[in-house]
């Protein structure tokens, strides 16, 4: 059932929406999800070693801290800029 406001649960401010809206919704939902399983898929085998030395480091150890994650995966971590709530506050 849909509001007494009218909102629809797709797109808001239109309380029904066509059988052809809610098939072009749903192809592009399936294409980023898609998009992105082929993605995380491709990044994690090309990083498959990095990630077997950090599971064999957590096997041995259960915990790790940073620095220690990114040393057991062979990675360097990169330097991050501060946070904007890190910074000092600016005093007129």
Do not use: F, K, W
């Not at 990095?50 to 480091?57: C, E, G, R, S």
């Not at 220690?68 to 910074?87: D, F, I, K, T, V």
């Amino acid at each position: 059932m849909l509001p007494a406001d009218g909102m629809g649960p797709l797109l808001p401010g239109v309380s029904e929406t066509s059988e052809q809206t809610q098939q072009l919704v749903d192809q592009e939902v399936r294409r980023i999800v898609e998009t992105a399983h082929q993605e995380a898929t491709v990044t994690l085998g090309l990083h498959r070693s990095n990630l077997d030395a950090l599971v064999a480091a957590l096997l041995e150890h259960e915990t790790l801290d940073e620095a220690e994650a990114y040393g057991a995966a062979g990675l360097q971590r990169e330097a991050r800029s501060p946070s904007p709530s890190r910074c000092a506050p600016v005093v007129p």
